[in-house]
T-cell receptor
Framework: KQEVTQIPAALSVPEGENLVLNCSFT??????LQWFRQDPGKGLTSLLL?????REQTSGRLNASLDKSSGRSTLYIAASQPGDSATYLC?????????FGKGTRLSVIA | GAGVSQSPSNKVTEKGKDVELRCDPI?????LYWYRQSLGQGLEFLIY????????KSGLPSDRFSAERTGGSVSTLTIQRTQQEDSAVYLC??????????FGPGTRLTVL
């Protein structure tokens, strides 16, 4: 059974800092991995999707990497801003619908 | 265009009562998913509808949970004889392709 773990569970950083969120999964037989953002009272917004054949994806200040063989992904956020404060979720898709981690709650302090 | 909508946004019920949660997917999306997010837990897959195929119910936690999708559009998640452990945020998502799911804002269910 696929299990997804995210570290740290919570993170607080000053504005402008670069930061890394970590995600690991137990079964490397995945089709893809996604990073989502969740704001309180709102649904999830997909940030980046990495196919199993890819190593990384970039969107603006966000960069996500995937090492499928070791079961790891990282989300790098450059020059963090208070508006980046949210919960970031990692999810993998294998033969079943998405399996999610518990998320990292990020606070960026102005 | 309109995104995925869910109603109600909040629902408070007494233990033992039945509840119905509604999801309106994006028009034209053939796939619809229900997830549950309990306090301190990750999102947990519940059920998946794809077109006219039989739904994937493998994530439903007990036979008190059921879901329907009428006319390939609106879906209703029903929880019978609610228990306190059913308290959670219930999220719905729809998609055209399995890789790109669009999530609704969720329904926060509180069972007293």
């Amino acid at each position: 059974k696929q299990e997804v773990t995210q570290i740290p569970a919570a993170l607080s950083v000053p504005e402008g800092e670069n930061l890394v969120l970590n995600c690991s999964f137990t079964d490397s037989a995945i089709y893809n991995l996604q990073w989502f953002r969740q704001d309180p009272g709102k649904g999830l917004t997909s940030l980046l999707l990495i196919q199993s054949s890819q190593r990384e994806q970039t969107s603006g200040r966000l960069n996500a990497s995937l090492d499928k063989s070791s079961g790891r992904s990282t989300l790098y956020i450059a020059a963090s801003q208070p508006g980046d404060s949210a919960t970031y979720l990692c999810a993998v898709r294998g033969n079943t619908p998405l399996v999610f981690g518990k998320g990292t709650r990020l606070s960026v302090i102005a | 265009g309109a995104g995925v909508s869910q109603s109600p946004s909040n629902k408070v019920t007494e233990k033992g009562k039945d509840v119905e949660l509604r999801c309106d997917p994006i028009s034209g999306h053939t796939a619809l998913y229900w997830y549950r997010q309990s306090l301190g837990q990750g999102l947990e897959f519940l059920i998946y509808f794809q077109g006219n195929s039989a739904p994937d119910k493998s994530g439903l936690p007990s036979d008190r949970f059921s879901a329907e999708r009428t006319g390939g559009s609106v879906s209703t998640l029903t929880i019978q004889r609610t228990q306190q452990e059913d308290s959670a945020v219930y999220l719905c998502a729809s998609s055209l392709t399995v890789d790109t799911q669009y999530f609704g804002p969720g329904t926060r269910l509180t069972v007293l």
